[in-house]
């Protein structure tokens, strides 16, 4: 940052602290049990050390504004509510497995550096429609918020929202990012282990014999790379060592800025870099349900240097967006908002075009997202919860077509998805049926799509990237 751009910074700022949220209306708040209780876990959580390092913020930020120009793209993905009970290696590895993968089909399919950014290691709290459910004996009991603030078990006392939680959330996304570094660390992102990304729930899935083309060539083609390296090499034949580092490097963390006592306490003002930063992960993102200018989770975004996602709806005003997006970044700073369109893909086509055109004529730079899964959410006739595979696929397609037409780019994906074969979401080349879905369906808040349909939507993806997207794929 410029010394002037910082000094404008400073003014546009001054009235921004990390508590000044707390004099707005904060949508989707739980009522804690006792504020007292809260204070002192707060107060903990602030001396906690924060998870992750501004630099790493930073560089993410410079990966978004290259993915806003058509330069790299986004692969967000993970569950709808990460559960306390899955912090364990075994399921964290599948979790990136699969994202390996789809970067791995996206970036060499789609010939385009891909980003992958987990929902991950922190994604514990959840916006509602509803504050109360009605169970199996007509109890109505408080919803169940993620488990930042309350459990999943349906009894009243499970339901109280209970600060300590926020601990133990704190805890499960340390443990759930040190994993992830651990396996990034130690070569896990390599092409030359892409051997050790094979999961085999996808190995049913149709998509699975073109991955495995995709990853023979590149194996292939890695060889040859290192042939080509030792003909001049006076070391000896080494294929080990001239492919080490070839693959992925950095994986990122996201969750919804929602519950914001917690947001708060790990927010550090950081000297060197004459800013404050959300150390809890590296990108946070504002629900659809608590997007309002004048409310308080605008108002704590805006203050933060890491890279912020704003969820847009189909009922969006487009000038209420425009004035969002100006409060949260006020300098215009390249990276720091990404739009996360989930319109539907019934108004996919008619609402895009006129909202790219709006927000180019107002000057911001953003990057543009896909949330294929939020808008396309239907209830089968037995009351349960799924998407279907051809409306996430077609709202895929219609984004593309809208940027395309408009002249803009789309930079990202956002899914919510698993690499187990559960079925919650029908369709896709496996063929999940209504039927289907008592198998597994497992999540504890929205659908997702399991491991096959993934990869097959990175499948559809990258060929969207090539621009292949007036058809479908097969
Ligand atoms: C989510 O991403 O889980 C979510 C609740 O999305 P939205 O705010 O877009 O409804
Ligand atoms: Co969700």
């Known amino acids: ?7 404008g910074f400073y003014r546009g700022s001054s009235l921004w602290q990390p508590h000044s949220w ?8 739980p009522e804690w049990e006792s504020r007292g209780a809260l204070s002192a876990v707060t107060e903990q959580l602030g001396r906690f050390p924060g998870l992750v390092g501004p630099r790493e913020i930073e560089a993410l930020k410079h990966q978004i504004a290259d993915a806003g120009v058509g330069r790299r793209f986004i692969l967000q993905g993970g569950d709808c509510a990460e559960r306390f009970q899955d912090c364990r290696e075994d399921l964290i590895r599948g979790k990136m497995r699969i994202l390996m993968q789809m970067s791995l089909v996206m970036g060499y399919a789609g010939r385009r550096p891909i980003i992958p950014i987990g929902r991950m290691a922190g994604q514990y709290a959840k916006p509602r429609s509803e504050s109360v459910e009605r169970v199996g004996d007509g109890t109505i009991l408080p919803i169940f918020r993620g488990e930042s603030v309350n459990s999943f078990d349906a009894t009243t006392s499970a ?6 939680r926020l601990l133990q959330a704190y805890h499960t996304s340390s443990a759930t990012l040190n994993f992830i570094r651990i396996l990034m660390g130690s070569g896990f992102g390599d092409l030359q282990h892409m051997d050790a990304w094979d999961l085999g729930t996808i190995k049913k899935g149709a998509y699975w014999k073109r991955y495995e083309q995709i990853a023979a060539g590149l194996r ?25 580092g070839y693959g992925f490097k950095d994986f990122y963390v996201s969750h919804e800025a929602l519950l914001l006592p ?3 306490a790990l927010t550090r003002f950081v000297p060197e870099m004459g800013r404050h930063y959300n150390l809890s992960t590296h990108m946070l993102w504002i629900g659809d349900r608590t997007r309002e200018l004048d409310g308080a989770h605008v108002e704590y975004c805006r203050g933060v240097g890491n890279p ?17 997006i100006a409060r949260i970044n006020s300098h215009n700073e390249v990276g720091k908002v990404t739009l996360i369109t989930r319109l539907g893909s019934s108004e996919v086509r008619t609402k895009l075009p006129s909202m790219i055109r709006a927000v180019r004529e107002s000057g911001f730079a953003v990057t543009w997202s896909v949330d294929p899964m939020h808008g396309n959410t239907v209830r089968t006739a037995d009351g349960r919860k799924t998407r279907r595979f051809e409306s996430v696929v077609d709202e895929i397609h219609g984004s593309f077509e809208a940027h395309r ?19 919650e979401c029908t369709g896709g080349a496996a063929g999940v049926t209504d039927s289907d879905l008592e198998r597994r369906y497992e ?32």
């Open 1 to 7: 940052m410029q010394l002037s751009e910082l000094i």
């Open 22 to 29: 707390q004099s707005r209306t904060a949508r989707q708040q």
């Open 159 to 164: 339901r109280r929202s209970d600060p300590l």
């Open 262 to 264: 917690y947001e708060e």
């Open 443 to 474: 999540t504890w808040c929205d659908p997702r799509l399991n491991g096959a349909q993934s990869l097959e939507i990175a499948f559809v993806t990258a060929a969207c990237l090539r621009g292949e997207y007036s058809r479908r794929l097969n």
């Open 405 to 423: 037409s408009e002249g803009s780019h789309l930079g990202g994906i956002h899914l919510e998805m698993t690499s187990d074969d559960v079925t």
């Open 308 to 324: 912020v996602g704003i969820k847009v709806s189909a009922e969006t005003d487009i000038p209420d967006l425009l004035d969002v």
């Open 220 to 244: 292939d083609a890695l060889a040859f790379i290192s042939n080509v390296s030792n003909v001049s090499s006076t070391q000896g034949v080494t294929p080990e060592s001239t492919l080490r």
